[in-house]
């Protein structure tokens, strides 16, 4: 299937066998209302973890049939997330979604290293897929939330998790941009250097199954106009599936700037743990979670 777009996904995510999803502390209406919608759209089976009457009531204000969810009690936010992590490493649940429960207890929860999710080792990341309407097909972008200075291991971290879920979503190589303040090499730019090595180092086939190009400034790495003008050899060209960025701050920036400012659709996840766990705002929207549960869905193994 050709997935240009965030409703493709959960198409997509449709043909595949459901996936059991477990909610940390299910207790707000987006919440359930997202989790209503991928159950109606017939992509995942819900557990809410959280308090029951409070499910209840939310349910009824909002016309969903609760019977439609396996509820599990905890009035607790964080022993909300834990008993959600447990239905994980239990085998009961496929992959994790937050709730109310606030980001750092769900992270305490993914991470503890007796009960957690992360593997020995292991870099835990951020990963957004989001539609824009002025680029013709969806962008994969990193790390928007969790990493904030990622070092060479970790960036290399956030390139190969970039290039995985690309491919879940059908793209056979993607082209993956290691974007920086500019596509000329600067040994005075950390970003630059770090760029370039992991480009060489795909070029080596250390990184493989993709094509991946930095450093790259974001008008060439999204702009084949721009490269034109440049008169820049890259074999991203402009047409890049994947954006890696070198800090979270210029990440995030791009994020809410395609999401609040271009009114972007947008999924996203958490990625190197044990399954991937959907880690949006309190603030954002039903639909919002509903892309990022369908992708989370995608990308479960």
Do not use: W
Request: glycine share 4%; proline share 4%.
């Amino acid at each position: 299937m050709n997935i240009t777009k965030m409703d493709d996904i959960i198409q997509a995510v449709k043909s595949k066998p459901k996936k059991r999803l477990s909610v940390a502390f299910a207790n707000d209406a987006h919440t359930i209302e997202a989790v209503s919608n991928a159950i109606d759209l017939g992509i995942v089976d819900g557990i809410l973890v959280g308090d029951e009457k409070t499910i209840k009531e939310v349910c009824a204000h909002e016309n969903i049939d609760v019977k439609k969810f396996k509820i599990v009690q905890e009035v607790d936010e964080m022993k909300a997330a834990d008993r959600a992590v447990k239905l994980i490493n239990d085998g009961d649940a496929d992959f994790l979604m937050k709730g109310l429960v606030s980001t750092d207890k769900y992270m305490r929860a993914i991470l503890n290293k007796e009960t957690g999710l992360l593997p020995p080792k292991a870099i835990l990341s951020h990963v957004v897929v989001m539609g824009v309407a002025t680029y013709p097909k969806l962008l994969v972008v990193t790390d928007v939330a969790v990493i904030p200075a990622p070092d060479l291991s970790q960036k290399i971290a956030m390139t190969n998790y970039a290039i995985s879920v690309a491919k879940a979503m059908g793209i056979e190589k993607p082209k993956v941009a290691l974007i920086a303040a500019t596509e000329q090499m600067s040994a005075g730019m950390q970003a630059c250097i770090d760029a370039a090595i992991i480009s060489k180092m795909a070029d080596r086939e250390q990184i493989k199954g993709a094509i991946v190009d930095g450093p790259l400034a974001l008008d060439v790495a999204i702009d084949r106009e721009c490269v034109e003008i440049k008169k820049l050899k890259s074999p991203v060209n402009g047409e890049a599936d994947c954006l890696v960025f070198p800090n979270i701050e210029s990440a995030n920036v791009f994020y809410k700037t395609a999401s609040k400012l271009i009114n972007a659709d947008i999924g996203a996840i958490l990625v190197g743990a044990k399954c991937p766990a959907v880690l949006s705002s309190r603030g954002d929207s039903a639909m919002t979670k509903t892309y990022s549960i369908a992708l989370a869905a995608l990308t479960s193994k």
